[in-house]
């Protein structure tokens, strides 16, 4: 598969301190993704970089089939350009429904123009129920979003992303505070997204690594450690040395 993403020789300073050293990373169109590492690891840092928010000192981001290069894009067209990114916190409009949620999401798609002049249509309609399907909440479409579960909330805001249609989706997180259940089908919402667009997941909860079935970059004091199955990474020494703190 062809490659969306590609991060060459990527390096960032705070104050002296090199959070990301030296960092190079590719992505498939397509492909399903999980960045892991302790506390302090830089992967806040990379998705910052990916999506514009932090500019590296040196190295090169290129995406598409024609490697524009990221760096000298902003943040807004970054966005533009196909990059969607959720954050730990889900942030939907509590006192509105899961379907208006996601009817504001693909209104928000069309952009800045299209806003006043947004009446949905059937075709609309129709993906929203699709959408409230692949996230599970066909049967919680006119509840108030405020009334769902945390899980329920990641999930809405996981098909809000999917409205703007993301040929790269970098999702933090996903896992935390959730319930077993809720993972378990978390995992499953994440990995139906990947059938139609590129993934990275963000991820502490190992058990939920596992079960995303995907090819696992751990990152390290700003730089990739292991890359492989998750198999191959747990298994590696230098990769048990950084988690157990050998
Ligand atoms: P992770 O997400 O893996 O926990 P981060 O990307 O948040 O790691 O941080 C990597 C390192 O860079 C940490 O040591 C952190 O303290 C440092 N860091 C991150 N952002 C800043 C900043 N804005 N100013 C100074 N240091 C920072």
Not at 188 to 208: N, P, S, Y
């Amino acid at each position: 598969m062809s490659t969306l993403l590609e991060v060459s020789g990527v390096s960032v300073s705070f104050d002296g301190f090199k959070a990301i050293n030296n960092l190079s990373f590719q992505i498939a169109e397509r492909e399903l993704r999980a960045v892991i590492g302790p506390n302090g690891a830089g992967k806040t840092t990379f998705m910052d970089i990916i999506t514009g928010k932090t500019r590296p000192d040196e190295g090169r981001v290129t995406y598409g089939d024609k490697g524009a290069s990221l760096l000298s894009m902003s943040e807004s067209r970054i966005a533009q350009a196909g990059v969607g990114r959720k954050f730990q916190r889900p942030t939907v409009f509590e006192d509105q429904s899961v379907a208006d949620n996601l009817m504001m999401a693909l209104k928000k798609a069309r952009g800045p123009f299209s806003v006043l002049a947004f009446r949905p249509d059937e075709e609309d309609h129709a993906k929203i129920a699709k959408l409230a399907e692949e996230i599970g909440l066909s049967g919680a479409l006119h509840r108030k979003s405020g009334e769902l579960s945390h899980g329920q909330k990641q999930w809405l805001e996981i098909g809000m992303l999917l409205a703007q249609e993301p040929r790269l989706l970098l999702v933090d997180e996903p896992a935390a505070g959730m319930t077993p259940t809720e993972r378990e089908h978390t995992t499953d919402i994440l990995r139906e997204a990947a059938r139609t667009r590129a993934v990275v997941v963000v991820e502490h909860d190992m058990e939920f690594v596992r079960r995303l079935n995907c090819k696992v970059t751990v990152l390290h004091e700003g730089s990739v450690l292991a890359e492989g199955s998750i198999d191959y990474v747990t298994k590696n020494e230098k990769v048990i040395d950084v988690y157990l703190g050998r």
